[in-house]
């Protein structure tokens, strides 16, 4: 065996422990960011279900209509009041947030 050899083993070796070590922190982070999108859709279902259906539900599916809102014609109401909270977030808590987006749609 040449010592040129011996180089090139310990580098793929090196190589093939990062290589490793990088998909298991790409699935950890993966998996993170799914758990984070699962959180966020039950907190839209929640929201959802409490503003405009007046109850504390995690089911919510998009596909279906929404019944009846027990506010009647006063659920007009409930994006007003969402953008004022909105404001008040954007002003107080993330000024970072001003600027194009979410909030400016708002």
């Not at 998996?31 to 503003?51: D, E």
Request: proline share 6%.
């Amino acid at each position: 065996m040449r010592a040129g050899e011996n180089a090139e083993q310990g580098n793929f070796a090196s190589r093939a422990r990062g290589l490793a070590l990088l998909s298991i922190l790409s699935v950890v982070i993966g998996v993170v960011g799914g758990l984070g999108a699962w959180c966020l859709r039950q907190l839209i279902a929640v929201v959802h279900n409490g503003a405009f259906l007046g109850h504390f539900s995690f089911a919510y599916d998009s596909t279906l209509h929404t019944p009846a809102s027990p506010l009647g014609p006063f659920v007009i109401a409930v994006p007003f009041i969402g953008a004022i909270v909105v404001a008040w977030i954007v002003k107080n808590v993330a000024p970072e947030a001003k600027g194009h987006g979410v909030p400016e749609v708002m």
